[in-house]
DNA sequence: GTGAAACTCTGGATCGTTCCAAGACATGGT
DNA sequence: ACCATGTCTTGGAACGATCCAGAGTTTCAC
């Protein structure tokens, strides 16, 4: 019988390792080794321990656990800053598709919280008192920082997102390719006849955001088509995006535009609608994201969908191999995005 | 000098509380109270003791921290079901919040993932294994089974959500007063001029819907205003929500429709897109959650905003008691939400 | 100068698990 | 019988922190 331990308590203390190999007559290794090595035991001695865990529910004790092999099986994931007024839910979805590959090989995710002004914030802290076995990085376009940081504290890491910045990064990373997702996007307005296909898209110093306008021109100039005084280069706002649709539109009367983002279009969308011209058939658009957004507005917004749910089983994948083998050095994975086509093209 | 552990290895172990010791010349013992009772060492010891630390880089162990005082600072929340096709993006915000307010008293947030189809699912091993301090639970209005679950298990848990099937329950709760928001939705649509204003809603064994409906109806009958056919109910999704309003304003024509959720809103604006009707000129629309979709949809729905900031940093100050005092049974907490006014109304 | 109270600091035990090295037990060949 | 050879099981030590009880030191009133 399991000896109660501090006495006089009525909600009972969960089992521990020593309470099963009491019920069960064994020592408390062989108990230990019912659980993470069941083969190393002869099968009678197995079933008993095994019915004396059911019986008493008993559960390894995390921080023991953790104490003793030195991994915590948590991944740490900051907490993306969270942007109002966008349609900017990706990291919704991914966090999601996320947690549930970890789930699946057992580790859970540990969420912090981060400066937004700090990108370095949290992540010390956690490493320092050993509180997750590794991390995944989302933000690898706003610079190298993070992962140029833990790579000298010698933390364990993978990215979604590759090294932008540093060519020469040795942590495993999987991305989207985007470029071929503008590609795919443009191919499919120029297949609805469009010939006139106008890119709204960030900043020059966004590399992102010039990789993603890479795949538009290609396509465009693969068919022939002029990209003259088509392109528009501005901020990850609405009211920019509106205003760069503003300018295009006049301009240069374009019939379907493709925008580096789900919240550009929607500033095209404020454009249209001043104008009362029809979204899908007056002119027709294409984003980025496949966001909530997208999927809801009328009469729907034909979206390029990056596979997060493949993505996160990817670096989930990378990370097993990392914690396995400290060593582990992968290359790069780059996946294909999907059209989401909609009524808006 | 810290003695190097594990010789030959080149990734320094992190220091422990023994190397922080020698290196002061104290015992264990006062590091540890330089830590967690600096109010107990003598002044210039406690300045000895922190050079120490700070020298070192030394954080305590979170693995063995828990071991010995029983307490992880993790709190678990169980991943909430992604809603594709919806507009229902208020779980991002709270979690956004949740894990800000509760990392300010040093907690932080372990995410898991459970079967969808089993709403008690992974709460238990976390619980057996004393991986977490307690839980947040969200999803209150699916029934009470997760709250009824965690209390016969003596699990400590705050919830999101008042107890709507158990007026008995005694864990602290936190909900947002959405009949009142509901009554402001309309109010706000009435002084605007509207009359005949209509209500989209859910079905009638939604507790959560009948008592947005409630706040509606009242705010009607308050100012006199007729309600009758201007009621529908259905599910929480857009194409019910753009088929409940076409047949409402086939029907009766309003001029105005409060929508129990964004998404019935987006389905309303199926049917106005349909109908080439103008949002916000020719009909008002007002919807609930303030998702990204109803603040970047032109011309911006106007909806109300649930306190997610607020709920968090109230959920965490109840939890923080929770944890000091086992029995403490607080008072739920209903916070009011605010009307943002956008284009559509 | 003495004693007691208050303040500081220390060493050993402990939390629940896994690692380690060795003991107990069968099996099989000589 | 006997010893090698595995297979299975065991008790003690360790992970790094905090709890606990007691030892050492200071402070201060008398």
Chains 1, 2 share one sequence.
């Not at 104490?67 to 991914?94: C, K, V, W």
């Not at 990373?173 to 609805?192: K, N, P």
């Not at 658009?285 to 596979?307: E, K, L, N, Y």
Request: some cysteine.
């Amino acid at each position: 019988m399991a000896v109660p331990r501090s006495g006089g308590h009525i909600s009972a203390a969960p089992p521990t390792l020593a309470d099963v190999a009491e019920l069960a007559g064994v020592s408390r290794q062989t108990v230990s080794n019912a659980v993470n090595n069941p083969d190393l035991l002869r099968a009678d001695t197995l079933a008993r321990v095994q019915e004396a865990i059911d019986k008493l529910g008993y559960q390894p004790n995390r921080a023991a656990r953790s104490l003793r092999t030195r991994a915590s099986h948590l991944i740490g994931l900051r907490m993306p800053a969270l942007q109002e007024g966008t349609a900017n839910a990706m990291m919704d979805r991914f966090v999601h598709s996320f947690v549930e590959a970890a789930a699946e090989t057992g580790y859970h995710v540990l969420l912090f919280y981060g400066d937004p002004a700090d990108p370095l914030d949290g992540y010390d802290e956690l490493l320092r008192s050993t509180a997750v076995d590794a991390f995944v990085v989302t933000d690898t376009h706003l610079g190298g920082q993070q992962t140029t940081w833990l790579q000298s504290r010698r933390a364990r890491f993978v990215s979604f997102g590759r090294p932008w910045t540093q060519p020469d990064a040795k942590h495993p990373w999987v991305d989207v390719d985007l470029a071929y997702g503008a590609e795919i996007a443009t191919e499919h307005l120029i297949e609805r006849g469009h010939t006139k296909i106008a890119w709204i898209g960030w900043h020059k110093d966004s590399l992102l955001g010039e990789e993603r306008r890479s795949g538009w021109f290609h396509a465009m100039h693969a068919h022939g088509l002029s990209t003259t005084g088509l392109a528009s280069r501005t901020e990850d706002s609405i009211s920019s995006g509106k205003a760069a649709a503003d300018a295009i539109l006049d301009e240069t009367q374009p019939t379907a535009l493709v925008c580096a983002s789900d919240t550009l279009a929607m500033g095209v969308l404020h454009s249209l609608f001043e104008r009362r011209l029809r979204l899908g058939e007056d002119v027709a658009v294409v984003g980025f994201d496949d966001s909530q957004v997208a999927q809801t507005v009328p009469p729907g917004i034909t979206s390029v969908r990056p596979p997060l749910e493949e993505a996160a089983r990817e670096l989930v994948k990378a990370l097993e191999e990392l914690l396995a083998t400290p060593s582990y050095a992968a290359p790069g994975v780059m996946l294909k995005p999907a059209l989401t086509v909609r009524g808006s093209s």
